[in-house]
């Protein structure tokens, strides 16, 4: 079982829908949770930072993160074309590396 | 743009070979992370550097090793090249270490034909 599971998609969704995505994790011991956006294989843009259960709001884009059960959520309020990438969770473990889930691919259609 | 650079944005080499990926990490930041992206294994930690000292290690293979300067840059060398090593390598970069913020780099592209 990986340590971080997370659905691949894709995802397709019309313009200005809201968008969830989600991870669930397996090691208890994560305390930081990122989400990342990656545009066709280029270097992964980070999203969102939170450490803690609950939500984090920025803009369009919602983290969610319940340590009781191990899942993190983002969402994304009126997605638009642009929106359009693949979405990776990431925890950090105790030695400050981050184990990334595999990827959850999104297309907003116009 | 992170501010990380990484160079060359592509390499296309032969088994059995050896390469060299270069990371410059944003100014001021101490700690780089090297990650490998597959399309099977998907991102996955190499190792980290924090002012030039080892910190820790991922699944890195005994051919693939590290090294940070005193400026700051570092280095990925892979050697022994296999078909299976064929994937993107992406450098990270952080101003300390621990909980820091890692920003990536646009990554080089590795082709081993």
């Known amino acids: 079982q990986k340590e971080v599971e997370q659905d691949p998609g894709p995802l397709s969704v019309p313009e200005g829908a809201i968008v969830s995505l989600n991870c669930t994790y397996s090691n208890s011991a994560f305390q930081y949770f990122m989400w990342y956006r990656q545009y066709s294989r280029k270097g992964p843009e980070l999203l969102m930072y939170?450490?803690?259960?609950g939500n984090k709001e920025d803009g369009r884009f919602t983290a969610q993160v319940d340590k009781s059960s191990k899942y993190i959520s983002l969402f994304i309020r009126d997605s638009q074309p642009s929106d359009s990438a693949t979405y990776l969770c990431a925890m950090m473990d105790s030695s400050y590396k981050l184990i990334f889930g595999s990827g959850t691919r999104l297309l907003v259609r116009p | 743009d992170s501010g990380v650079t990484q160079t060359p944005k592509h390499l296309i080499t032969a088994t059995g070979q050896r390469v060299t990926l270069r990371c410059s990490p944003r100014?001021?930041?101490?700690?780089v992370y090297w990650y490998q992206q597959s399309l099977d294994q998907g991102l996955q930690f190499l190792i980290h550097y924090y002012n030039g000292e080892e910190r820790a290690k991922g699944n890195i293979l005994e051919r693939f090793s590290a090294q940070q300067f005193p400026d700051l840059h570092s280095e990925l060398n892979l050697s022994s090249l296999e078909l299976g090593d064929s994937a993107l390598y992406f450098c990270?970069?952080?101003?300390?270490?621990?909980?820091?913020?890692?920003?990536f780099g646009p990554g080089t592209r590795l082709t081993v034909l």
């Open positions: 939170t450490y803690s259960s």
């Open positions: 990270a970069s952080s101003t300390k270490t621990g909980r820091d913020t890692q920003y």
């Open positions: 100014s001021g930041d101490l700690s």
